[in-house]
Each structure stands twice: as C-alpha cells, then as structure tokens.
C-alpha cells in the first residue's frame, strides 16, 4: 500500500496516495514497522503540504519525525526535519522552529557524518533566510563525507 502511495502521489494524484497511505497506517502499527510508519507519515505531511494544508503538514512532520527517532532512523529523521524547517520558514509564523529544525538537521548530518547532506542543508537554510551565526558551525572535512 505504501508503494502504490508513493507512485499515486509521484504521479500527483494526491487523493489517491492519501488513500493508499491511511490504509498502510494501521498496518505498519499492527506489525510494529517503526520505520515504515515514519515514512508513511512523512508523506501524508507532503500531501498536506502540497494541498496548502500547512498546519496538516508540520503536525504529520513532526509525527513522523518522533517515530523515526524511536526506530533510530537518523538519516529520514534528518531530511524531514529539513523539510519542516523549510515549511515553517516559508509558510508559518513559527521562525524559531524553523531555525531549530534546520540547526537540529544539521548536526545530525555532521553526527552521521554525511558533510555533502550537511552542506546542501546549510545552503538551503541560509537561502531560507537563516543567518550563519544561526545554525552550527560546519564541520571539518570535505563535501564526499
């Protein structure tokens, strides 16, 4: 189910993926898929959010990112951290938050030790509008991590 949502919603058939995504749920509650769950709601959050449905979307952001961290998914809970830091820099009055997911995605990028992803996340903050002294301090290495 969770695949044919992915296909529905890359495809931009939005009550379709959610659809698919709502039925998946239960399922990987069920079996106790941590990390599926987490991403199921990830992209319940990209449906919202594509829907102009931006509260919807920070709330399955932030649903999704408290599961991934309980199945240890440090890389899904980096990029939907960046995500919601992206969402809430552009479209709520919540900067704080925004800055904050975006500090808390890039340490966990330089924690993985992923300093490409790091890098690309910095740049897609400060394009968002945070300032450097903002967000922590790049971390030593080069960009291939």
């Known amino acids: 189910l969770s695949s044919l949502g992915q296909v529905a919603l890359a495809r931009g058939r939005l009550e379709d993926a959610a659809d698919y995504f709502q039925q998946s749920l239960p399922i990987r509650r069920e079996t106790q898929d941590r990390q599926g769950e987490g991403v199921d709601l990830f992209a319940l959050g990209q449906i919202a959010e594509e829907r102009g449905q931006y509260t919807e979307a ?14 240890s998914d440090r890389i899904n809970v980096a990029t939907t951290l960046e995500i919601l830091g992206a969402l809430l820099l552009q479209h709520s009055d919540d900067r704080a938050g925004g800055v904050a997911a975006y500090v808390e995605a890039i340490a966990l990028w330089q924690a993985i030790g992923l300093t490409d ?29």
């Open 58 to 71: 920070a709330q399955a952001y932030r649903a999704g990112i408290a599961v991934l961290r309980e199945a």
């Open 117 to 145: 992803r790091e890098q690309a996340s910095r740049k897609r903050a400060l394009a968002l509008g945070c300032r450097v002294d903002e967000l922590p301090p790049p971390s030593e290495g080069n960009a291939a991590g």
